[in-house]
């Protein structure tokens, strides 16, 4: 079967940038599974996506003009209801073949076969292959139907260019050229009002040509670049906007830098067709304001690469990606300088005028911001923050600490009613550390204020010292405590109030900090600073942590049974979870292991079915030769893997009882645990019950079991 590769690109108005890439990569694959479902195309073909801010494309490699004829079996209905007592075709049989397209004739080819309880007709049939027309048909309007459009927009054909029955469109961005290209026949496909052809339209403004004429499918990205000045994949267009910008930030010299940010190049790659990159300054002056100000809005705003030195800090240098390159770029350049300015005009007004009222003076305005109808006002917020914070600085440190996390506490959220923040509500926390240090409060606390969101995101900084430990905390078990207090949970992919970034912030803080405080402890010392507001919480707060913990576990590489055995006895001080797990998986790699686990969990069912077993054992009524053996070895091995669990080497402890699993096993075999002798049956269980205690020390060793 002879192929050749295939091109289709739909032709449109400016897509949104932030969409473009999800745009371009579900055009693509949509469409191409859809051919390869219709046989069109190997499972294994190659397949390239470009998308530009006018156009999404794909390329596929060796489609077939006609799919493969395939023979195919259906059934049809059970023989009883098929033939009659005779065998001769019932008139439901005749009818179904008739539908087919078969006549009688057909009856004597069919084949029973048993299908579940009753035995079942089947007709085997040879099915024509799609041809190309069809299948990219249904293939084209299926990977339309499936972008992932964030906004529908609907507008009208132009007058004698519509298709029958298409007088407007739904569709993300008008749409107005469709080429499909299989080699170099063009494939006489329609979709959203457009007659499938083999040309394009270039750049708005450099294109050489107009109409750009894609004389073959493996011409597209070239014939487009020459003739239409258009970058096509938006992978080669994202990789020499990088190296454009590192080529500029080297001509500026002083080890400069552009910002790392990957969102930022993103959308600026969907802005642009043929990116090229400029170098613009702003007055140094500005560089008086908070780094964090003036980058956010070059970003932000206008879609700008700011320059930071070897240290870091902001230059007064950016470099903008222009989708045009002049001759002479100067009226580019002083363009985007003359837009900056005010922008940045603006940041320093904003900055200047808040810093004449202090923090503490913007603490009343706080009783106007509403936080939540069922909670109140952010000013009643602080207030329980502020009491959450004192209750575990008082258990982590001295009257010091209290008071440094009780003043953070009180005016972290200040900023938010300060102009800056009010303009960029991505710079809370961040404004409140600068007008700390313009307070004179020292760094301690105005770290405490700058950190108390942290940690954002996965991966994000947690805060630097012990006093933003504790506001930080403080802050997020307010939110969760509140929250579920008044049943305001997460739900599916919905969690407008980010519990479960805040739940993952709270373990993240009590793991790598190593903090001695237990988790329920924690959660319930919250509970009173909301009064009679909400309702206690509290379990279901800490399942919900420890399903979040469990999560984050199994992402860095620990296994579903690992965890599950550290996470079921629930270990209060998380920060001794990490040696659990490791304890745990070197235990599992001893050829003991197997074993213990199985008899652990055989030990653990056997003391569910009775009630209030007593960890003691009377040696007096061991009768077997086996559980004396094995209760002379736990009097050796119990006691070393219970120092060595108290002074927390877990690896050893668990270790140590690998010594027991010959004795165990011995005892499974030779003794009857439920002796009908009661004071027998309950020493035998009291040793169980003391052998279960021991072992499930670290983890749940039955957890491990296959």
């Known amino acids: 079967m002879t192929t050749k590769n295939l091109l289709v690109e739909l032709f449109v108005e400016e897509l949104p940038p932030k969409a473009l890439k999800k745009l371009g990569e579900a055009f693509a694959t949509v469409l191409a599974d859809s051919l390869k479902t219709q046989g069109l195309v190997a499972a294994d073909a190659a397949v390239t996506h470009f998308a530009s801010p006018r156009r999404l494309a794909v390329h596929v490699a060796a ?47 069919l084949k029973r076969a048993v299908d579940g309880k009753a035995e079942a007709l089947f007709y085997d049939s040879m099915v024509t292959g799609v041809t190309l027309v069809d299948g990219l048909q249904k293939a084209l309007l299926e990977s339309i139907a499936k972008l992932p459009i964030p906004k529908v927009m609907s507008y009208q054909l132009q007058s004698g260019c519509e298709l029958p029955g298409w007088t407007s469109v739904s569709f993300v961005r008008p749409a107005h050229g469709l080429v499909a290209l299989h080699g170099s026949d063009v494939v006489p496909v329609q979709a959203l009002g457009l007659h499938a052809g083999n040309h394009t339209e270039g750049h708005r403004f450099e294109a050489a040509v107009s109409p750009v004429v894609i004389t073959d499918a493996d011409a597209y990205a070239a014939t487009l670049a020459k003739d239409g000045a258009v970058i096509a994949s938006f992978a080669e267009r994202r990789a020499d906007i990088v190296r454009q910008l590192d080529a500029a930030a080297a001509k500026v010299g002083g080890d400069c830098k552009p910002i790392e940010d990957a969102a930022l190049l993103d959308e600026v790659t969907a802005l642009v067709e043929r990116p090229h990159v400029l170098i613009c300054e702003f007055e140094a002056q500005f560089l008086d304001v908070p780094q964090e100000c003036l980058i956010l809005t ?45 922008r940045l005009a603006d940041a320093k007004f904003f900055f200047d005028q808040d810093r004449k009222k202090t923090l503490a003076s913007r603490v009343d305005g706080l009783g106007k911001v509403v936080y939540h109808n069922k909670l109140g006002t952010q000013g009643e917020r602080v207030e329980r923050v502020r009491a959450i914070a004192k209750a575990i600085a008082a258990q982590l440190g001295d009257a010091t600490l209290v008071a440094q996390a009780d003043q953070a506490a009180q005016l972290a959220k200040t900023d938010l009613v300060t102009d800056m923040v009010g303009e960029f509500p991505e710079l809370q926390g961040i404004m409140g550390g600068y007008y700390a240090l313009n307070d004179g409060l020292g760094e301690t606390v105005a770290h405490a204020i700058e950190d108390h969101y942290k940690p954002r995101f996965a991966g994000d900084a947690l805060p630097r010292n012990t006093a933003g430990v504790v506001v930080a905390l403080a802050d997020k078990l307010e939110t969760l405590v509140g929250m579920f207090g008044i049943g305001n949970l997460p739900t599916g992919d919905k969690d407008p109030f980010a519990l479960r970034r805040h739940a993952l912030g709270v373990i993240r803080m009590l793991v790598e900090k190593d903090l001695p405080l237990d988790v329920s402890a924690l959660v319930q010392s919250a509970v009173p600073a909301f009064g009679s507001l909400i309702t206690d919480a509290s379990a279901a707060l800490v399942d919900f942590m420890f399903d979040r913990l469990a999560g984050s576990l199994r992402e860095q590489g620990y296994s579903a049974q690992e965890v599950d055995a550290v996470l079921a006895l629930k270990p209060q001080r998380l920060g001794d979870v990490a040696k659990r797990l ?60 219970q120092s060595q669990w108290q002074a927390g080497d877990y690896t050893a402890s668990l270790q140590s009882l690998a010594a027991l699993r010959v004795p165990v096993d011995a005892f499974f075999e030779d003794v009857m645990v439920n002796a009908e002798q009661l004071d027998l049956r309950l020493n035998r269980l009291g040793l169980l019950k003391s052998l279960h205690v021991a072992m499930n020390r670290v983890a749940d060793l039955s957890k491990l079991a296959a």
Do not use: C, W
């Open 582 to 641: 490791t304890a745990v998986r070197a235990f599992a790699a001893l050829p003991e292991s197997a074993a213990l686990a199985a008899a652990n969990k055989r030990i653990s069912n056997i003391l569910k079915k009775t009630d209030d077993v007593d960890a003691h054992v009377s040696e007096v009524l061991l009768q077997e030769a086996a559980e004396k053996a094995l209760f002379a070895a736990m009097q050796t091995v119990l006691p070393q893997a």
């Open 298 to 342: 070059m970003k932000a705003n206008q879609k700008y690469f700011p320059l930071l030195d070897a240290a870091g800090k902001l230059t007064n240098k950016f470099l903008v990606v222009s989708n045009i390159n002049p001759d002479d770029a100067s009226l580019v350049i002083g363009g985007n300088e003359r837009v900056v300015r005010p």
């Open 63 to 109: 489609v077939a003009a006609q799919a493969a004829d395939k023979a195919v079996s259906q059934k049809l209905m059970p023989v009883a209801v098929g033939l009659d007592a005779s065998g001769n075709a019932t008139p439901a049989l005749l009818k179904k073949l008739q539908a087919l397209g078969a006549d009688a004739s057909a009856v004597s080819a």
